[in-house]
């Protein structure tokens, strides 16, 4: 019970919500946002108010701000600028903050890396964000963004049905700025499109101790 809930759009805007204003939903739904023509809604996160924002772009940036600068709204109204994105550029993915976590993040052709938070300093509502991963080159464009920590396994599923399970721990940890490594080996014609993290395996035949 309470809280709220932070939506963040394609085209770069965020909008939070108590989450009693979603408490009586109807068979068809009920609006959660109104959008600008050609912007869609990209991620939704239950918040207590008081967390931080994580905003990752298709072009390789990444912000971070106070989620208190969004202030709350009613359902139907629109969103405010969460980031100021590059011609082009558009919003792939959202996070609320979790200390401690490192940030996981995907790009088209199958690299990636883990990069602590800490890179990553806090950031006015609606700036320009700092470079996360270079997209040029081998890279392409970035597809994924999540928070991970010791004890995930990170699925990375292509469009072509190929789905690869790695430990988040195997995943090359760099700074800010960089190419990451390769995650998975694709062909030519494939490439990733979507990531997630789930908890990892316990090895085949581990007992739990009497």
Same mark, same amino acid.
């Not at 390789?60 to 600068?69: H, P, S, Y």
């Not at 558009?90 to 790009?107: D, M, N, P």
């Given at each position: 019970s309470g809280g709220y809930i932070l939506f963040a759009t394609k085209l770069g805007k965020v909008k939070k919500t108590e989450l009693v204003a979603y408490s009586h939903p109807k068979r068809g739904g009920i609006q959660a946002?109104?959008?600008?023509?050609?912007?869609?809604v990209m991620a939704a996160r239950r918040t207590d108010g008081q967390r931080e924002v994580l905003l990752s772009t298709k072009e390789?940036?990444?912000i971070r701000f106070a989620e208190e600068e969004v202030r709350p709204t009613g359902r139907v109204a629109a969103g405010v600028r969460g980031v100021d994105?590059?011609?082009?550029d558009q919003v792939i993915a959202a996070e609320v903050?979790?200390?401690?976590a490192s940030i996981l993040t995907v790009t088209a052709r199958g690299y990636g890396k883990r990069t602590p938070l800490d890179e990553y300093r806090l950031i006015g509502r609606a700036g320009k964000g700092v470079?996360?991963?270079?997209?040029? !080159? =081998? *890279?392409?464009?970035? #597809?994924?963004?999540?928070?991970v920590r010791a004890g995930?396994?990170?699925?990375?599923v292509t469009t072509k049905g190929k789905i690869i399970r790695v430990h988040a721990d195997e995943v090359t940890s760099q !700074? =800010? *700025?960089?190419?990451? #490594?390769?995650?998975?080996?694709?062909?030519?014609?494939?490439?990733?499109?979507s990531i997630a993290s789930v908890e990892a395996e316990q090895p085949t035949g581990a007992e739990s101790s009497a």
């Amino acid at each position: 019970s309470g809280g709220y809930i932070l939506f963040a759009t394609k085209l770069g805007k965020v909008k939070k919500t108590e989450l009693v204003a979603y408490s009586h939903p109807k068979r068809g739904g009920i609006q959660a946002i109104t959008l600008e023509e050609g912007d869609e809604v990209m991620a939704a996160r239950r918040t207590d108010g008081q967390r931080e924002v994580l905003l990752s772009t298709k072009e390789g940036i990444l912000i971070r701000f106070a989620e208190e600068e969004v202030r709350p709204t009613g359902r139907v109204a629109a969103g405010v600028r969460g980031v100021d994105l590059a011609d082009g550029d558009q919003v792939i993915a959202a996070e609320v903050v979790q200390e401690g976590a490192s940030i996981l993040t995907v790009t088209a052709r199958g690299y990636g890396k883990r990069t602590p938070l800490d890179e990553y300093r806090l950031i006015g509502r609606a700036g320009k964000g700092v470079i996360d991963i270079k997209t040029e !080159g =081998r *890279n392409g464009p970035v #597809v994924g963004m999540l928070q991970v920590r010791a004890g995930n396994d990170i699925l990375v599923v292509t469009t072509k049905g190929k789905i690869i399970r790695v430990h988040a721990d195997e995943v090359t940890s760099q !700074g =800010r *700025n960089t190419m990451g #490594v390769r995650i998975i080996e694709l062909d030519p014609d494939d490439q990733v499109g979507s990531i997630a993290s789930v908890e990892a395996e316990q090895p085949t035949g581990a007992e739990s101790s009497a």
